[in-house]
């Protein structure tokens, strides 16, 4: 292949100077661009360093007070479990003494009570009667209670207390509000 430079002698040598000339200041202007993106990119490293610093101490002040927090969470969970179940003895204190307040209003002249027992909402009463139409009279009256939701006469037996013949029984149900 052939070259062919049409540019008189007199404008090569110039041509060249400003080739150089201009590629020497295309060269220095990248540098100076280049040097100002460093550092630029260098300046905003160490300000997003500085600011993951201060956001690290700041979760570490503010573990501090997420500690606290939780211990203040589980307290109060603590202390609400306490309260409920307070509330839960207390409900069920008034709900024995309602039964015992009642229960007089409920026997017959002929039927006492021996024994009372309670646990969560089950109650079994024990006692004793001169005739057996007196027990089932008892459990009739007991299953019409409102807070006494199941009646059951367990167990009905001939005893000889004192010399006297007795019917001994046990009622179990269940109670609620």
Request: no cysteine; proline share 2%.
């Given at each position: 292949?052939?070259?062919?430079?049409?540019?008189?002698?007199?404008?090569?040598?110039?041509?060249?100077?400003?080739?150089?000339?201009?590629?020497?200041?295309?060269?220095?202007?990248?540098?100076?661009?280049?040097?100002?993106?460093?550092?630029?990119?260098?300046?905003?490293?160490?300000?997003?360093?500085?600011?993951?610093?201060?956001?690290?101490?700041?979760?570490?002040?503010?573990?501090?007070?997420?500690?606290?927090?939780?211990?203040?969470?589980?307290e109060?969970?603590?202390?609400?479990?306490?309260?409920?179940?307070?509330?839960?003895?207390?409900?069920?204190?008034?709900?024995?003494?309602?039964?015992?307040?009642?229960?007089?209003?409920l026997?017959?002249?002929?039927?006492?009570?021996?024994?009372?027992?309670?646990?969560?909402?089950?109650?079994?009463?024990?006692?004793?009667?001169v005739?057996?139409?007196?027990?089932?009279?008892?459990?009739?009256?007991?299953?019409?209670?409102?807070?006494?939701?199941?009646?059951?006469?367990?167990?009905?037996?001939?005893?000889?207390?004192?010399?006297?013949?007795?019917?001994?029984?046990?009622?179990?149900?269940?109670?609620?509000?």
């Amino acid at each position: 292949m052939i070259k062919i430079n049409l540019l008189p002698k007199a404008f090569r040598k110039q041509a060249k100077k400003y080739g150089w000339f201009l590629f020497a200041i295309l060269f220095v202007l990248n540098i100076v661009i280049l040097g100002f993106l460093y550092q630029k990119n260098t300046s905003d490293i160490d300000r997003y360093q500085r600011l993951i610093e201060g956001r690290k101490k700041e979760i570490a002040s503010l573990q501090k007070l997420r500690q606290e927090y939780q211990l203040l969470t589980n307290e109060r969970k603590e202390m609400e479990r306490r309260l409920s179940a307070i509330n839960s003895l207390k409900e069920g204190r008034a709900l024995s003494a309602r039964i015992l307040f009642d229960m007089p209003a409920l026997l017959s002249e002929n039927v006492w009570l021996k024994t009372y027992k309670r646990t969560e909402n089950q109650f079994e009463l024990e006692g004793r009667s001169v005739e057996n139409d007196s027990i089932s009279d008892l459990v009739d009256a007991m299953a019409k209670v409102p807070y006494i939701k199941t009646v059951e006469l367990k167990r009905v037996e001939d005893i000889n207390e004192a010399g006297i013949n007795l019917k001994k029984f046990i009622i179990q149900g269940t109670v609620g509000l």
